[in-house]
């Protein structure tokens, strides 16, 4: 099937220590997405790619960078990861929208949860 | 600049009735697209339902509806014989025309009582 994959589920590494994340898609979407979401909060994103082009939130700290060396790969770098970026990170991925409002909707992973020591 | 809200923090339904989620979105946009996710407590993020802003039908897939009304800006949506395995937190959220992002609202616990 189909789907967004994102590895590994779970993440655990040490304060200040550069950590990365991984997602990959076989849908073949241009749009590919990275969330952060904090316990019981809403997803709040942090950067999207459309295609090779790169668009940073404006409130995304600098820690977090992002990479897509391909239209099938995007990963997380957390450069020097703070007990505040201890969260679940989701990937998501969808086709451009069409015009007239109609919207694709965006294909989720099951997340990777970080835990920071 | 886009707004979601979710007034309804949780809410706990009996197996098999329906239940309904409240929505309303606030946005200046004269087209935008409006989207239900379902999260479940494994975090997974599970798309559910689509309603664009010039469609004349409320949306339905399977045991969910959407109640869309644009002059009230209300999108609330309607689960249908709720079934244990819908406990989980509801999000809704809107994308603008030409845009790529997905505006969430603060999300509803839902917990499905036998």
């Known amino acids: 099937d189909a789907m967004v994959i994102q590895n590994p589920r779970y993440q655990v590494t040490q304060f200040g220590k550069p950590v990365t994340l991984s997602c990959s898609q076989t849908l073949n979407h241009n749009v590919m997405y990275w969330y952060q979401q904090k316990s019981s909060q809403a997803p709040k994103l942090l950067f999207h790619y459309y295609d090779k082009d790169f668009n940073n939130e404006a409130d995304t700290p600098d820690n977090f960078q992002s990479r897509r060396p391909n239209t099938s790969f995007c990963f997380l770098d957390i450069r020097s990861p703070g007990l505040g970026d201890a969260a679940m990170y989701l990937c998501a991925t969808s086709r451009e929208p069409r015009q007239g409002g109609e919207g694709q909707p965006q294909h989720f992973g099951d997340g990777t949860r970080l835990s920071i020591l | 600049a886009q707004k979601i809200t979710q007034t309804q923090p949780g809410m706990f339904v009996q197996e098999k009735e329906a239940v309904t989620l409240d929505c309303t979105y606030d946005?200046?946009?004269?087209?935008?697209?409006l989207f239900w996710y379902k999260q479940p407590s494994s975090g997974e993020m599970i798309f559910l339902i689509y309603?664009?802003?010039?469609?004349?039908q409320n949306a339905t897939e399977g045991r969910y509806s959407l109640n869309f009304q644009k002059a009230r800006k209300s999108a609330n949506l309607v689960i249908s014989a709720s079934q244990l395995g819908d406990s989980a937190m509801y999000f809704c959220a809107m994308r603008e025309e030409y845009g790529n992002k997905l505006v969430f609202g603060a999300g509803t616990i839902l917990r499905v009582k036998s």
């Open positions: 309603q664009g802003s010039y469609d004349q």
């Open positions: 946005t200046s946009d004269p087209s935008y697209g």
